[in-house]
């Protein structure tokens, strides 16, 4: 893997693409039913796992939402109960995420600050819970162990790190499929991608995951994918019930398919990969 500066993008760079988009990045970018639900199901598949590390109702944690885009998980955490610091590298999405969770009458449960993953502005041990969805690590590319190690440094002992990245096998068979073979073979040998806003990332194997949290001094409980075999699952369904077959009222039965298939064995099918672990005690 390269590790030449020119490779890695500086924190002005993505802040400012960020920047661009943020008046529109909680808009849904998709019409055709397909599309619009995987991004359910990927929401619903992030949440629900999240859920079950959370503490019964009436217990408030302080949740590091780090890299908190459009402020979507950070109202979940809130309307749990619980007090969200949201972080992100872009201060025109930090504006966008105080917006929503003002409509949501939510933002008295929650603080703001502009920084990056991979220097986190807090004292060690200082949340509950860390979470970090949408790629903030994956942006990180040869500087993701420091990331994952900022990550694991502010929860804790014992509390729960939770991460999204992005799934190298599953980016190098999509741009196989889409006959870019020399492309393909360069994205598996570099672990370099770009995100949908032209952004470089690196792409994960599950083993560089594993070994990156464990260097990070946590213990990895589960790497799932999320969705998994998403449009091949759908393709099936429709070969089966026939043209007619409507995905968007298949909804709920397509969500708790992906549900039970991304944690039987099928992660490196995920679009991306989804990292539950635990700071060691």
Not at 34 to 62: I, N, Q
Not at 192 to 220: M, S
Request: charged share 25%; glycine share 8%.
């Amino acid at each position: 893997m390269s590790t030449a500066n020119a490779s890695q993008p500086q924190p002005q760079d993505i802040s400012s693409r960020y920047d661009q988009v943020s008046s529109t990045y909680n808009d849904s970018k998709y019409t055709k039913a397909a599309h619009k639900l995987f991004w359910v199901v990927y929401d619903e598949l992030t949440w629900t796992a999240v859920a079950k590390v959370l503490p019964p109702a009436g217990t408030s944690w302080r949740v590091l939402d780090a890299g908190g885009g459009g402020g979507k998980f950070s109202a979940r955490f809130a309307e749990a109960g619980h007090q969200v610091t949201v972080l992100d590298i872009s201060a025109g999405m930090l504006v966008k995420a105080k917006e929503y969770l003002a409509s949501k009458g939510l933002l008295e449960r929650c603080s703001f600050i502009e920084g990056t993953v991979a220097d986190l502005p807090f004292k060690d041990a200082e949340f509950d819970l860390v979470f970090s969805e949408g790629d903030p690590v994956s942006y990180c590319l040869d500087q993701y162990p420091k990331a994952m190690s900022e990550l694991v440094r502010v929860v804790k002992p014992g509390g729960p790190v939770i991460m999204g990245v992005d799934n190298r096998h599953e980016h190098f068979m999509f741009e196989l499929k889409h006959g870019k073979k020399a492309e393909a073979l360069k994205m598996l040998l570099t672990g370099r991608g770009k995100c949908p806003y032209g952004l470089p990332v690196h792409l994960f194997t599950i083993k560089e995951l594993q070994d990156g949290v464990k260097a990070a001094g946590a213990d990895v409980e589960e790497i799932f994918g999320k969705p998994v075999m998403y449009f091949e699952m759908l393709e099936a369904m429709q070969a089966e019930r026939g043209p007619d077959f409507d995905v968007w009222a298949a909804r709920e039965e397509i969500i708790a398919m992906q549900e039970k298939l991304a944690h039987e064995g099928f992660a490196l099918q995920g679009q991306h990969f989804q990292v539950m672990a635990r700071r060691k005690k």
